[in-house]
């Protein structure tokens, strides 16, 4: 399997003295400074990003609130600074608010914070690795967790030619799936798992095997993608299987409970926590394709995985030879 340099994480300061101690007294005694009338305005207690123009309603954003609402007017604004208000009756006294969230994000303004590597954020589910057993749908206590089907590959049949844990699963056969790997894998290397808020890419094209003739197999694509010829080499069988993740993210507290049920390093805790808001109910039903996080960003538990499996069918595959040799020579 690939290994990418996968953005699989907000950006992480390091956890250190300087960070959880001397620059938080010191971002709260600028704070209170701020507030007193013309100290506040000494040059050393402004940040980086004061009075720097925040860009806090596109397109979208206007075509919904119309471009007489305040927020469109202070998109406009050069001046507008998110961590200072004043007011008209008294200018000289101002008062901090938070961030423009989610125009700004507090990691890019005040790099010194972080958000912990151990923070529960979005749910990810690893398809290639699932089982179907339910085990994290049974321990969510809220009951927004479902199963639901997508075709995938399986992580036996994710070992390459040459892997030391290659060849122990399915073979590819007629009426079902194949999966061809995608030549350019740039979607793959470019997707940032938590600043996208999109489904994760596909590796795999995958289509419907409709026969099989010595190393070739023709395989049907879908949606009148026609008909082809391809080395079985080329291909890694596929499988429609059930899996977990789709879910109702408005009633999750991402108490992690599922990812700590879940026995096949398939199940985790991302550090995504934006992305997960919407006008409706109906927006905060997300899809598998979208809690979906690819094998390579968890590379050391997929391939922990592999091997336990491909151990167990190889166990399995030298008891069944034994069987079949001691019944022959009987
Ligand atoms: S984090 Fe908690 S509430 Fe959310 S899906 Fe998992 S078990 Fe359910
Ligand atoms: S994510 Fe884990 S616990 Fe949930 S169904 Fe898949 S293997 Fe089972």
Known sequence: MEHYDFRSGHPHAQPNFRNLVIRPMWITLKTALRTIPFVGRLPFLHNDYHNKRVNMADGFTERRVGSDHVSMKWADSDSYAADREATDV???????VTVMYPYERLEDLEPWLFVPGAYNGRIGIIWETCTACKACVRACPNDCLHMTTETRVNVLDTAKEGDEWHGYGSDIEVGGYAALPRSNNSDVENFDLINDHAAAPQEYDFAEVIDLTGSTATIKWP????????PVTDLKPAEQDIVSGRIDIGRCMFCGLCAEACPFESFFMTNEYDGMSGYSRQDLWFDADR?????????ERVDMELEKRAKKEKIKREKKAAKAAKASGA
């Open 223 to 230: 949606n009148g993608g026609g008909v082809e010829n391809i």
């Open 291 to 299: 809690t979906r996080v690819l094998p390579s960003v968890h590379k």
């Open 90 to 96: 008294m200018p000289f006294v101002e008062r901090p």
